[in-house]
C-alpha cells in the first residue's frame, strides 16, 4: 500500500491557484519532516517545498517563493499545499513526501525522504 496519497489536482488557467493535500494511508508520519516535489515530463523530480517535524520552519525552491505555501496539521495528519498565481511552468506530476530529516540542508534531497505518494497531476494552461 501506498504510504502516502496526494489529492487535488486539476487543470487550471495561469494565474488561478490549487491547493494540493497530502494524507498517510497508515503511518502518522508526525515526527517526520514532509515535502512536496514535482516531475514534469522528460525531466527529473525536484524539489518544491517543505516543512519540518514541528510545522515551524518552511523551505521553498526559489521558483515558487512568493507563491506556494506549505503547512501541516499533525491533527488532521494532512500536509497542503497551497499554490497562488500558477504559470503553464507549474505543470507537472506533484509528490508527497516524508522522511526523519533534522538539517534543513537535506530538505531537498529526494534520496533523504523515506515515503512517497503516487503523484497528482496539476496541468497550467497560458
Known amino acids: 500500500q501506498v504510504p502516502l496519497v496526494e489529492s487535488g489536482g486539476g487543470l487550471v488557467q495561469a494565474g488561478d491557484s490549487l491547493t494540493l493535500s497530502c494524507v498517510p494511508s497508515?503511518?502518522?508520519?508526525?515526527?517526520?519532516?514532509r515535502a512536496w516535489f514535482r516531475q514534469a515530463p522528460g525531466k527529473e523530480r525536484e524539489f518544491v517545498a517543505a516543512?519540518?517535524?514541528?510545522?515551524?520552519?518552511?523551505y521553498y525552491a526559489d521558483s515558487v517563493k512568493g507563491r506556494f505555501t506549505i503547512s501541516r496539521d499533525d491533527a488532521k495528519n494532512t500536509v497542503t499545499l497551497q499554490m497562488n498565481s500558477l504559470r503553464p511552468e507549474d505543470t507537472a506530476t506533484y509528490f508527497c513526501?516524508?522522511?526523519?530529516?533534522?538539517?534543513?540542508?537535506?530538505?531537498?534531497?529526494?534520496?533523504?525522504?523515506?515515503?512517497w505518494g503516487q503523484g497528482t497531476q496539476v496541468t497550467v494552461s497560458s
Open positions: 513526501a516524508a522522511g526523519q530529516i533534522w538539517n534543513y540542508a537535506h530538505y531537498e534531497s529526494r534520496d533523504k525522504y523515506d515515503a
Open positions: 497508515q503511518h502518522t508520519f508526525n515526527m517526520y519532516a
Open positions: 516543512v519540518n517535524w514541528a510545522g515551524v520552519d518552511t
